[in-house]
């Protein structure tokens, strides 16, 4: 078995591949990502949120075998699941991995399942964090759905990054609210029922709220809380990743 790439090594592919397609069109950007560089080694993760359709959509277009990972919390909305069921029929994708939190950990820290309430970093750990790790533990990179646009933590975000030995590729980075709008509505794509009530960003249904005129795609995310990342993006995971018994 191939020993895992260092962090360093991680560091220089990723600013590599910035280099050569950092620029590029998100279509290319994943094409270059499934055929030339990562073959069967990348998967994407999605939350088949808001504008999930336009990154599904382009990864099936490319190949429609790419593991697709979803994190089921236990906390999503009912609109989340069936527009999730709908969009992989609608794309024919074959392999979507359902990860869910670790029942030991939920009998543990969140036996009533209201730990949101007093503890939303605690509760993201169990539900999303560690299921995350846990989730692209077996790929040497994987696509996400992010934008710059997104929040002000975003907006300098690359199109490819390194995550301790592993690459995170964001093709949608520089897209705007109109180039996915233009491409939904060009390739007549599904749009979650969600967003038609003013949710544009959206996760678990105990904390996310429609977002007010004038706010940014992540203000409806933890309302009120000086938390703006449920922390599967941050280097948290990387820490999960090292510290688990994967």
């Known amino acids: ?6 962090p360093l090594d991680a560091e220089a592919t ?5 280099r050569l ?6 279509l290319e950007i994943i094409e270059h990502s499934v055929i030339d560089h990562f073959a069967r080694g990348v998967a994407a993760v999605s939350s ?5 359709a336009v990154l599904l959509h382009m990864i099936a277009a490319v190949d429609r075998t790419v593991p697709i990972i979803f994190l089921d919390t236990g906390k999503h909305f009912g609109e989340t699941l069936d527009y999730r069921d709908a969009l992989v029929a609608d794309f024919g994708l074959t392999d979507v991995r359902i990860i869910t939190p670790e029942q030991a950990a939920l009998d543990s820290h969140d036996p009533t399942g209201l730990l949101h309430q007093t503890d939303t970093e605690a509760c993201c750990a169990i539900r999303k964090v560690e299921p995350m790790a846990r989730g692209v533990e077996p790929f040497r990179a994987w696509f996400t759905g992010r934008k710059r646009f997104q929040a002000a933590t ?14 995170r590729i964001n093709p949608l980075a520089r897209w705007t609210t109109s180039d996915l709008a233009d491409y939904m509505r060009s390739h007549k794509l599904r749009e979650n029922p969600l967003v038609a009530y003013g949710y544009l960003s959206i996760g678990c249904f105990p904390c996310t709220q429609p977002v007010k005129p004038g706010e940014d795609a992540r203000s409806g995310r933890w309302a009120g809380q000086a938390k703006t990342e449920c922390g599967i993006h941050l280097p948290g995971l990387d820490q999960t990743l090292n510290n688990s018994s994967l």
């Not at 078995?1 to 260092?6: E, V």
Request: hydrophobic share 45%; no cysteine; charged share 20%.
């Open 1 to 6: 078995m191939a020993a895992k790439p260092r």
């Open 14 to 18: 990723a600013a590599s591949l910035e």
């Open 21 to 26: 397609y950092g620029e590029l069109t998100p």
């Open 48 to 52: 088949f949120g808001a504008d999930s």
């Open 154 to 167: 975003r907006q300098a975000l690359p199109a490819f990054e390194a995550v301790g030995p592993r690459i």
